[in-house]
């Protein structure tokens, strides 16, 4: 579990870039063979467009934000080091918007928006802290 | 009558796409099932294959290359109307998203 910020940033773009691409060819492939429906047909999931494509442009903004300011960045002579290190750090908090946005979409589609999905979500979630608790376990007194 | 069917059977004259489509008509389930039948086969398929070449199978790759090789046939029965429903068609794209995301966030790619 030894994840860095910076994985986490990639993996999160990368799952948003995955779903903007998933999401123009299926259009594309609707408006270029004059298919009879088109994904677009769907309100959630021209929403998920919509708002996946401006927290990407969002998120482009911050890090060329983030950047100008590690160029900015002046250091007196005589001072040492720079005094704060906020200059390298990257806002992930848009990116992670985008995947509460993605998620959503199966949320919809497949559970139906009802309580299935929390069942799931806890199942899940209840299965990930007994995998963990296991580990714990077998790191501690080998295997059981 | 000796040959009794069980339903009317469709105007072969009319083409091959007149066929498929009397035969989803009479049960709604055959794309569904179908392209159920494509995931299943490339995901087990190819994870199982590599788990016997390589020792260890990337199950999330894996279902990525499935769910995208759903898609595609998903996307072609969307051009003529009555193949398959607008909610399957989404639920093969959320499942593609689904799939990216377990792929992403997975440990193996960090590894790369």
């Given at each position: 579990m030894e994840r860095s910020q910076?994985?986490?940033?990639?993996?999160?773009?990368?799952?948003?870039?995955?779903?903007?691409?998933?999401?123009?060819?299926?259009?594309?492939?609707?408006?270029?063979?004059d298919a009879t429906m088109s994904?677009?047909?769907?309100?959630?999931?021209?929403?998920?467009?919509?708002?996946?494509?401006?927290?990407?442009?969002?998120?482009?903004?911050?890090?060329?934000?983030?950047?100008?300011?590690?160029?900015?960045?002046?250091?007196?002579?005589?001072?040492?080091?720079?005094?704060?290190?906020?200059?390298?750090?990257?806002?992930?908090?848009?990116?992670?918007?985008?995947?509460?946005?993605?998620?959503?979409?199966?949320?919809?589609?497949?559970?139906?928006?009802?309580?299935?999905?929390?069942?799931?979500?806890?199942?899940?979630?209840?299965?990930?802290?007994?995998?963990?608790g296991l580990l714990i376990y077998k790191t501690l007194r080998g295997n059981p | 009558m000796f040959l009794d069917y069980l339903y009317n059977l469709p105007n072969s004259t009319e083409g091959i796409d007149a066929i498929a489509l009397e035969t989803i008509n009479i049960f709604p389930g055959f794309v569904p099932m179908l392209l159920l039948f494509i995931f299943l086969v490339v995901f087990i398929g190819g994870s199982t294959r590599q788990k016997i070449t390589r020792g260890s199978g990337d199950y999330a790759a894996w279902a990525v290359i499935a769910s995208i090789a759903t898609l595609l046939p998903a996307l072609l029965f969307s051009i003529t109307a009555g193949f398959i429903q607008l909610d399957w068609l989404i639920i093969v794209v959320s499942l593609n998203i689904l799939s990216a995301i377990w792929f992403f966030l997975d440990k193996r790619v960090t590894e790369v």
């Open positions: 910076i994985t986490i940033t990639i993996a999160l773009i990368s799952i948003a870039l995955f779903t903007i691409s998933i999401f123009g060819f299926a259009i594309g492939f609707a408006n270029d063979n994904i677009t047909d769907d309100p959630n999931v021209a929403q998920l467009n919509l708002d996946t494509n401006s927290n990407i442009s969002t998120f482009k903004e911050d890090s060329e934000d983030t950047y100008q300011s590690i160029l900015d960045t002046t250091i007196e002579p005589g001072s040492g080091v720079a005094q704060s290190t906020g200059s390298f750090s990257i806002s992930v908090g848009n990116i992670v918007g985008v995947v509460k946005n993605i998620v959503y979409l199966p949320y919809q589609t497949i559970f139906g928006g009802g309580s299935g999905f929390g069942i799931f979500f806890t199942t899940f979630l209840a299965f990930l802290v007994f995998f963990v | -």
